[in-house]
């Protein structure tokens, strides 16, 4: 493991999702730290927050790797919420939703922890009916959850 990519602080997930190793760690801490602020935040319609968890980590993984492919994929769906709800701007949604299903593909269904087969289902049916996005959430570790205060400060602790 990178040092960079390294926090002790990240916690262990239930199950064994992919990014999770043999020896009981995540192989980057702070990868999953960027996904449970991430998809917090998300989850509480935070998605420019969110957004920016997922893209300050993206910066870390080399073109190509799987984490960036998944990240840029997250990048890309908080991106098209943020143009969804905040902007009424579908044509914009669709275009980053694309896109993010694009970075997916040969992403394994569990990474760190995100149920990725429900986010390519939603962004793939939101392209033709955007209410899809209306209530659904992203689910992590099997549960849903919700903006704590520590996401906000993480997210405002980034350099945007």
């Keep these: 493991m990178d040092d960079h ?3 002790p602080t990240v ?3 239930d ?3 992919s990014g999770w190793r043999t020896d009981g760690q995540w192989e980057h ?3 999953r730290r960027a996904v449970v602020h991430g998809v ?3 989850n509480s319609g935070e998605f420019h927050e969110s ?3 997922f893209e300050d980590e993206w910066y870390n993984y080399g073109r190509g790797s799987t984490e960036s492919k998944f990240l840029h994929g997250m990048v890309q769906v908080a991106a098209g919420a943020y143009k969804h709800f ?3 701007d579908d044509d914009g949604m669709r275009s980053l939703f694309r896109t993010s299903l694009q970075y997916f593909r040969g992403v394994p269904n569990d990474f760190y922890g995100v149920d990725l087969l429900d986010v390519r289902t939603t962004v793939t049916n939101a392209l033709s009916d955007p209410s899809a996005l209306h209530g659904w959430q992203i689910r992590l570790d099997g549960e849903y959850p919700t903006c704590r205060p520590e996401d906000i400060e993480f997210a405002e602790s980034l350099e945007h």
Excluded: V
């Design 11 to 13: 916690e262990a997930p």
């Design 51 to 53: 957004h920016d968890c």
């Design 29 to 31: 801490e702070t990868l």
């Design 40 to 42: 917090r935040l998300y």
């Design 15 to 17: 199950g064994n999702p």
């Design 5 to 7: 990519t390294r926090d």
């Design 86 to 88: 905040d902007f009424e």
